[in-house]
């Protein structure tokens, strides 16, 4: 029951929907670049997306002082659900803007 309810609570923001999309269309993506594509400070990316790893979304592989975060293989079956619902809905999403400052 909680890991169904996370999931369901990480689907309940405007900004985690379009975050999720993101991710699933540009494929892995470095934490520094949605900060950048979506021009948000990084506080408010990292709790976005600890909420959608945490609700069995994503996973992040950290590389040095970067986190690079990408749609969880394999999702489950609601979660797999979920996503290709969010896949059809009609929502304007930024380009990849590359952040990242080495």
């Given at each position: 029951m909680e890991e169904f309810l996370k999931?369901?609570?990480a689907?309940?923001?405007e900004t985690r929907i379009k975050l999720l999309r993101f991710i699933?269309?540009?494929g892995e993506v470095c934490v520094c670049d949605i900060e950048?594509?979506?021009?948000?400070?990084?506080?408010?990316?990292?709790?976005?997306l600890k909420?959608?790893?945490d609700?069995?979304?994503?996973?992040?592989?950290?590389?040095?002082k970067w986190a690079y975060y990408s749609i969880k293989n394999?999702?489950?079956?609601f979660e797999a659900n979920a996503l290709k619902a969010v896949?059809?809905?009609d929502i304007e999403l930024p380009k990849l803007c590359k952040g990242c400052k080495i």
């Open positions: 999931s369901i609570g689907l309940n923001d699933k269309e540009n950048s594509s979506f021009n948000m400070v990084q506080s408010r990316v990292s709790r976005h909420i959608l790893k609700g069995g979304f994503l996973s992040v592989d950290r590389r040095g394999p999702l489950g079956e896949s059809k809905l």
